[in-house]
């Protein structure tokens, strides 16, 4: 069974940068399994932010950045904000035999 | 504006069946791919099925988790997409997300844009 994991919470400071990972247990995370990262805040729908590992969509702040780094899928967030705080998720498409899309299990940042 | 409205929640008894409809708007409906997620009640967000536009064949996938049970279609004529669910679990709980899907012809690859708002399932007895 596919696992991606994410870390469950970070704390960063207002102005600081932070840095969500998004790993897969079976194998390295490439540009092939698309990687795309959601802010999803309390009683809101998910909104995309990042996709195809680096792309900004048109409303995506520019301090959201996207890379792979050591296996993993990054997601980068500079001179953090207060209306950063929420769960970010990242999804992976592992493809093949099958068309699969896994989530991680989101990460709660708090902005402190 | 792209927009998506989900219907059709409710509450279910196990075993029974229900039908999600996702009416779109501000894009064109039948050449994209639609799909549909959900979100158990504090948990985490899950892929459930996926459905391709006309110019790839309206083909569909599936989570394990809900091949064989539920099934997903569209009506072009319309800009709706549906969601059969039949044989319904209490694990089936969810908010349910109707999401528009774009292909990048460059990676070959689909990702997510649009979100629904969502419309609530309870499978309880």
């Known amino acids: 069974q596919t696992v991606v994991t994410q870390e469950p919470s970070l704390t960063v400071s207002p102005g600081g940068t932070v840095t969500l990972t998004c790993a897969s247990n079976?194998?390295?995370?490439?540009?092939?399994?698309?990687p795309s990262w959601f802010q999803q805040k309390p009683g809101q729908s998910p909104r995309a932010l990042i996709y195809?590992?680096?792309n900004r969509h048109s409303w995506t702040p520019a301090r959201f950045s996207g890379s792979l780094l050591g296996g993993k899928a990054v997601l980068t967030l500079s001179d953090v904000q207060p209306e950063d705080e929420a769960e970010y998720y990242c999804?992976?498409?592992?493809?093949?035999?099958?068309?699969?899309?896994?989530f991680g299990g989101g990460t709660k940042l708090t902005v402190l | 504006e792209i927009q998506l409205v989900e219907s059709g929640g409710g509450l279910a008894q196990p075993g029974r069946s229900l039908r999600l409809s996702c009416s779109a708007s501000?894009?064109?409906?039948?050449?994209?791919?639609m799909s549909w997620f959900r979100q158990a009640p504090g948990k985490g967000l899950e892929w459930v099925a996926f459905?391709?536009?006309?110019?790839?064949?309206?083909?569909?996938e599936y989570a394990a988790s809900v091949r064989g049970r539920f099934s997903m279609s569209r009506d072009d004529s319309k800009s709706i997409a549906y969601l059969q669910m039949n044989s319904l679990k209490t694990e089936d709980t969810a908010v349910y997300y109707c999401?528009?899907?774009?292909?990048?012809?460059?990676?070959?690859?689909?990702?997510?844009?649009?979100w629904g708002q969502g419309t609530l399932v309870t499978v309880s007895s």
């Open positions: 999401v528009r899907v774009s292909y990048d012809a460059s990676w070959r690859g689909y990702h997510l844009d649009h």
């Open positions: 079976t194998r390295s995370v490439t540009s092939g399994n698309f």
């Open positions: 501000g894009f064109s409906f039948g050449d994209s791919a």
């Open positions: 195809m590992t680096s």
């Open positions: 459905i391709r536009g006309k110019p790839y064949g309206v083909t569909t």
């Open positions: 999804l992976l498409y592992y493809g093949g035999a099958q068309f699969v899309w896994v």
